[in-house]
């Protein structure tokens, strides 16, 4: 507008872009046994969607508009076609099933279901619904911290599931149809769900520096049993003397030849320092 001559300047210049890294509700995924359970305890027609979301990471607007003839069931070759007009960006995209979610959409599909057909007449599910399975499933709704589980928390569990099967990133961030990596590093990924703990355990030892730790312990070890056996040999030479107010103490020898020898050779006494007079 301002290098077409139709404003003066820009009023908009000082304001910023909204960072869309930063998640403005705290969202949680599905562990692997929590959608074991939903699947179970939902009815089939809002089973089917809670695994297409939680596997293929498919918009709740997404679900609600997919027809038979986006949905391939070939096997080896299963996958999804978003449409340009249905998905969120505005782009087409191709989106592989995994076996589970092949077998349970050829166990759905109506015999006379045509390809201009809806995959689901009701829609996907809405939130109030969703809780309701929740509820059944025993799956909490909020955690202990705070975070929620929606329906959109699905979208965050199939990213989360895909890092911890060790997808290469560029290939979760294609799937997850994302322009900014920081988006399905950072926002979209739960990392209570991590295998962090693991995959440190799983890391082979340092060779070097484990040579360096043994022989570092078996050098204690061998201190330590010395100390054990000076102690007992300690205990063996202690006797038994007696001070001014005829209570009994436990001297070694050394240490008693050591006060013989403070006793013969005493400090010499010093005396504080004088002001001189002027």
């Not at 201009?116 to 909020?142: H, N, Q």
Request: hydrophobic share 35%.
């Amino acid at each position: 507008m301002v290098r077409q001559g139709r404003l003066a300047f820009n009023s908009l210049k000082a304001v910023g872009k909204v960072d869309q890294t930063v998640s403005t509700r705290e969202r949680r995924a599905f562990a692997d046994d929590e959608i074991c359970c939903l699947v179970e305890c939902s009815p089939q027609y809002r089973r089917v969607p809670y695994l297409m979301s939680a596997r293929t990471g498919l918009w709740h607007g997404e679900l609600s508009q997919l027809l038979w003839g986006d949905i391939v069931l070939d096997e080896g070759n299963s996958h999804v076609r978003v449409r340009a007009s249905i998905s969120k960006n505005k782009k087409k995209a191709r989106i592989p099933l995994i076996q589970e979610s092949e077998i349970l959409l050829a166990e759905f599909r109506p015999v006379s279901a045509g390809d201009a057909d809806k995959v689901f007449v009701k829609g996907a599910p809405m939130c109030r619904t969703l809780r309701k399975d929740l509820e059944a499933a025993d799956i909490p709704y909020v955690d202990g911290a705070g975070s929620c589980a929606d329906f959109h928390s699905l979208r965050y569990t199939f990213n989360t599931w895909m890092q911890r099967k060790g997808f290469v990133p560029r290939v979760a961030q294609e799937l997850m149809r994302h322009s900014d990596r920081r988006l399905t590093d950072k926002v979209y990924t739960d990392v209570n769900l991590l295998p962090l703990q693991q995959s440190m355990r799983n890391i082979s030892q340092d060779a070097p520096l484990m040579h360096i730790l043994m022989h570092i312990c078996g050098k204690t070890c061998r201190n330590e049993s010395r100390v054990v056996a000076i102690d007992q040999s300690s205990e063996t030479t202690e006797t038994s003397v007696t001070v001014g107010d005829r209570r009994e103490l436990s001297q070694s020898d050394d240490l008693r030849v050591w006060w013989r020898w403070r006793e013969s050779n005493p400090r010499p006494v010093i005396l504080p320092r004088q002001r001189l007079r002027t």
